[in-house]
C-alpha cells in the first residue's frame, strides 16, 4: 500500500505499479495524495515524473492533477480545496481512459477486420497491455479481447517479454482469465512463428509516440516488427492519445530508460533463499555487465497503423498523428 508519494514513486521505479496509461493514472492519484496529506505538491509532483522517463503517460497524467491542485489553490487559498481539485482530475483521468479503452478497442477490431477478413486471427502481442496496466480492459490486449468475444480469435500468441517476463506472468494470466486460447512462446521464438506463417497480426502498446510516429516500447518490440515487415503481417500500435507526444519530434529524441543489470544476470525468483544483489538466481558469473534497456523505439515506416480513442492513424506519419490529436481537441472542446 503507497501512503505517501516516495512509496509511489518507489513502486513505480520497481515496476509494481508498470503500464503507460495506468502510471498516468497512478501519477495523478499521487500528486492528490500529496496534497491531501500536506506534502510539498510540486516536490512530490516532479519526483513522481522522474520515477519512469520514458512513459510520457506519468507526466501528463502528474501535471494535470497538479495544474488542478494549483488553479483551486488560486482561487481559494485554501490547500484542502486544492487537494479536492487534485482527486477530481486523477478520477476524470481515470474514467476518460477506461473510456478511451472500449474504444479502441471498438476501432481496433474494425481495422482487424478490415485488414484481415474472415476472422480466425492469429495475434502476437508482447508485454502486457490489459486490465492491469489501464483504468478499462487495455490496450493492444483490449483489441484482442474484442476479436475474442467476437469470435475472430483463433489463437493470442504471447511474448514471454524478457528480462521481467510480464507476457508470462501478467498477459498469460489475463488471457487465461478471459478463455482466449493462447500460447506462450520465449521471445527468440517468434522469428520461427512468422516463418511458419502462424502469425497474421501483431499488437503491441507504446510508453511514448514521438511527433513523426516512432514508437517507444517495451524492448523486443522493434525486432518483431522488422519481422513483421519481412513476412509482410501488418504491425498495429494501440495507445490513448496522450501516449502521443508532439513535443518529441522523432524517435530519436526519446530517452530510453536503462534497467538495472541484475534483472538480466539473475532469474528473479525470491521464493528461493540466494545471496544475488537482485534477491534471484544468479545464471550469469559473477561481475557479469548486463545491456538492460526498458524500450525500444520503432520507426514509423515499419508501423502498420497506430490505433487510438479517435480512429487509426495509418499510415503512420507526423500529419496523421497530428490529425488525430487535433481531432481529440475539437472533441474535448465542444
Same mark, same amino acid.
Given at each position: 500500500?503507497c501512503t505517501?508519494?516516495?512509496?509511489?514513486v518507489?513502486?513505480i521505479?520497481?515496476?509494481?505499479?508498470?503500464?503507460?496509461?495506468?502510471?498516468g493514472?497512478?501519477?495523478a492519484?499521487?500528486?492528490a495524495l500529496?496534497?491531501a496529506r500536506?506534502?510539498d505538491?510540486a516536490?512530490?509532483?516532479?519526483?513522481?515524473?522522474g520515477?519512469?522517463p520514458?512513459a510520457?503517460?506519468?507526466?501528463v497524467?502528474?501535471?494535470?492533477?497538479?495544474?488542478?491542485?494549483h488553479?483551486?489553490l488560486?482561487?481559494?487559498?485554501?490547500?484542502?480545496?486544492g487537494a479536492v481539485?487534485?482527486?477530481?482530475a486523477?478520477?476524470?483521468?481515470?474514467?476518460?481512459?477506461?473510456?478511451?479503452?472500449?474504444?479502441?478497442?471498438?476501432?481496433?477490431l474494425?481495422?482487424l477486420?478490415?485488414?484481415?477478413?474472415?476472422?480466425?486471427?492469429?495475434?502476437?502481442?508482447?508485454?502486457?497491455?490489459?486490465a492491469?496496466?489501464s483504468?478499462?480492459?487495455?490496450?493492444?490486449?483490449?483489441?484482442a479481447?474484442?476479436?475474442h468475444r467476437?469470435?475472430r480469435l483463433?489463437r493470442?500468441?504471447v511474448?514471454? $517479454?524478457r528480462p521481467? #517476463?510480464q507476457? *508470462?506472468?501478467l +498477459?498469460?494470466?489475463? &488471457? /487465461?482469465?478471459s478463455?482466449? !486460447?493462447?500460447? @506462450?512462446l520465449?521471445?527468440?521464438?517468434?522469428?520461427?512463428?512468422f516463418?511458419?506463417?502462424?502469425?497474421?497480426?501483431?499488437?503491441?502498446?507504446?510508453?511514448?509516440i514521438?511527433?513523426?510516429?516512432s514508437?517507444?516500447n517495451?524492448?523486443?518490440?522493434?525486432?518483431l516488427?522488422?519481422?513483421a515487415?519481412?513476412?509482410h503481417?501488418?504491425?498495429?500500435?494501440?495507445?490513448?492519445?496522450?501516449?502521443v507526444?508532439?513535443?518529441t519530434?522523432?524517435?530519436?529524441?526519446?530517452?530510453?530508460?536503462?534497467r538495472p543489470?541484475?534483472?538480466?544476470?539473475?532469474?528473479m525468483a525470491?521464493?528461493?533463499p540466494?545471496a544475488g544483489?537482485?534477491?534471484?538466481?544468479?545464471?550469469a558469473?559473477l561481475?557479469?555487465?548486463?545491456?538492460?534497456p526498458a524500450?525500444d523505439? $520503432?520507426p514509423?515506416? #515499419?508501423?502498420t *497503423?497506430i490505433? +487510438?480513442?479517435?480512429? &487509426? /492513424?495509418?499510415p503512420?506519419? !507526423?500529419?496523421s @498523428?497530428?490529425?488525430?490529436?487535433?481531432?481529440s481537441?475539437?472533441v474535448?472542446?465542444?
Amino acid at each position: 500500500m503507497c501512503t505517501d508519494a516516495a512509496a509511489l514513486v518507489e513502486a513505480i521505479r520497481s515496476l509494481a505499479v508498470r503500464g503507460a496509461p495506468l502510471l498516468g493514472i497512478a501519477g495523478a492519484y499521487g500528486v492528490a495524495l500529496a496534497a491531501a496529506r500536506g506534502f510539498d505538491v510540486a516536490e512530490a509532483a516532479r519526483a513522481l515524473e522522474g520515477a519512469r522517463p520514458t512513459a510520457v503517460n506519468l507526466a501528463v497524467g502528474v501535471r494535470r492533477a497538479e495544474s488542478a491542485y494549483h488553479a483551486e489553490l488560486a482561487r481559494t487559498g485554501d490547500p484542502t480545496a486544492g487537494a479536492v481539485a487534485a482527486l477530481a482530475a486523477a478520477r476524470a483521468l481515470h474514467q476518460e481512459d477506461a473510456e478511451a479503452s472500449a474504444r479502441m478497442a471498438a476501432h481496433g477490431l474494425a481495422l482487424l477486420d478490415e485488414l484481415l477478413p474472415g476472422g480466425g486471427h492469429r495475434i502476437l502481442t508482447h508485454c502486457n497491455t490489459g486490465a492491469l496496466v489501464s483504468g478499462g480492459e487495455g490496450t493492444a490486449f483490449a483489441v484482442a479481447l474484442a476479436t475474442h468475444r467476437a469470435g475472430r480469435l483463433r489463437r493470442l500468441w504471447v511474448d514471454e $517479454t524478457r528480462p521481467l #517476463l510480464q507476457g *508470462a506472468r501478467l +498477459t498469460a494470466y489475463e &488471457a /487465461a482469465r478471459s478463455g482466449m !486460447a493462447y500460447s @506462450l512462446l520465449t521471445d527468440n521464438a517468434a522469428g520461427s512463428l512468422f516463418a511458419a506463417g502462424e502469425v497474421d497480426a501483431v499488437l503491441i502498446g507504446a510508453d511514448r509516440i514521438a511527433a513523426d510516429g516512432s514508437v517507444a516500447n517495451k524492448v523486443g518490440s522493434y525486432p518483431l516488427a522488422v519481422l513483421a515487415r519481412y513476412h509482410h503481417v501488418p504491425f498495429i500500435v494501440v495507445a490513448p492519445l496522450t501516449t502521443v507526444d508532439l513535443d518529441t519530434p522523432d524517435g530519436a529524441s526519446i530517452e530510453v530508460e536503462q534497467r538495472p543489470g541484475f534483472e538480466v544476470t539473475e532469474v528473479m525468483a525470491p521464493q528461493v533463499p540466494v545471496a544475488g544483489p537482485g534477491g534471484g538466481v544468479p545464471v550469469a558469473p559473477l561481475g557479469t555487465q548486463a545491456y538492460n534497456p526498458a524500450f525500444d523505439v $520503432t520507426p514509423p515506416e #515499419l508501423v502498420t *497503423a497506430i490505433v +487510438t480513442e479517435e480512429g &487509426a /492513424a495509418s499510415p503512420v506519419t !507526423a500529419e496523421s @498523428l497530428a490529425e488525430l490529436c487535433a481531432k481529440s481537441r475539437r472533441v474535448t472542446a465542444t
